[in-house]
T-cell receptor, first 119, second 115 residues
Framework: AQSVTQLDSQVPVFEEAPVELRCNYSSSVSVYLFWYVQYPNQGLQLLLKYLSGSTLVKGINGFEAEFNKSQTSFHLRKPSVHISDTAEYFCAVSQEVDAFSGGYNKLIFGAGTRLAVHP | DADVTQTPRNRITKTGKRIMLECSQTKGHDRMYWYRQDPGLGLRLIYYSFDVKDINKGEISDGYSVSRQAQAKFSLSLESAIPNQTALYFC??????????????FGPGTRLTVL
């Protein structure tokens, strides 16, 4: 079974500084990776996803992530954060539950990383 | 208007009470999901439904039941609530054609406290 490890539970950073949120996944033949963001008192929304092709994926709000197959990592980065980026970030991997189900998209989530941006 | 709505947004109940959380979506998606979120554990899948007649257990279904009343509605019930069911509950939807690569769209969540 797939698993996802987010190496940092909390990441404090000053405004306009760069940030990297780390994510490692267990290896699989085919892997589809996602980063979701949860702003305070809101549901999760997709930041970006890696399906295939270029290993550098660009998402919304200036975030990007790099898929590294050899290191089984999918770290999220932003060169300059804003106060409004304060949120919890979840890395997730898509796992096929049933080969006969049309590729049901079961998401396995990491525990989350709380990003706190300080002025 | 939000595409995925959940009611109530907050609920406090007592041990042993039956409670229902409701989810509605206007995205026209066939697939719907219920997750619970606990601090330090991320989101865990409770139940999922491919369509009105297809409901499946997730990894933590014990103590929960669901009902898919229509394509747009998916309810989660706690038949006899217990304190360790205190959590944040999310409903999500996705297209059936997207398979493993499709995005899931989440509701705003219901914060449930069981005393």
């Amino acid at each position: 079974a797939q698993s996802v490890t987010q190496l940092d539970s909390q990441v404090p950073v000053f405004e306009e500084a760069p940030v990297e949120l780390r994510c490692n996944y267990s290896s699989s033949v085919s892997v589809y990776l996602f980063w979701y963001v949860q702003y305070p008192n809101q549901g999760l929304q997709l930041l970006l996803k890696y399906l295939s092709g270029s290993t550098l994926v660009k998402g919304i709000n200036g975030f990007e992530a790099e898929f590294n197959k050899s290191q089984t990592s999918f770290h999220l980065r932003k060169p300059s954060v804003h106060i409004s980026d304060t949120a919890e970030y979840f890395c997730a991997v898509s796992q096929e539950v049933d080969a006969f189900s049309g590729g049901y998209n079961k998401l396995i989530f990491g525990a989350g990383t709380r990003l706190a941006v300080h002025p | 208007d939000a595409d995925v709505t959940q009611t109530p947004r907050n609920r406090i109940t007592k041990t042993g009470k039956r409670i229902m959380l409701e989810c509605s979506q206007t995205k026209g998606h066939d697939r719907m999901y219920w997750y619970r979120q606990d601090p330090g554990l991320g989101l865990r899948l409770i139940y999922y439904s491919f369509d009105v007649k297809d409901i499946n257990k997730g990894e933590i279904s014990d103590g929960y039941s669901v009902s898919r009343q229509a394509q747009a509605k998916f309810s989660l019930s706690l038949e006899s609530a217990i304190p360790n069911q205190t959590a944040l509950y999310f409903c999500a939807t996705s297209r059936s054609s997207g398979g493993m690569t499709d995005t899931q769209y989440f509701g705003p969540g219901t914060r449930l406290t069981v005393l």
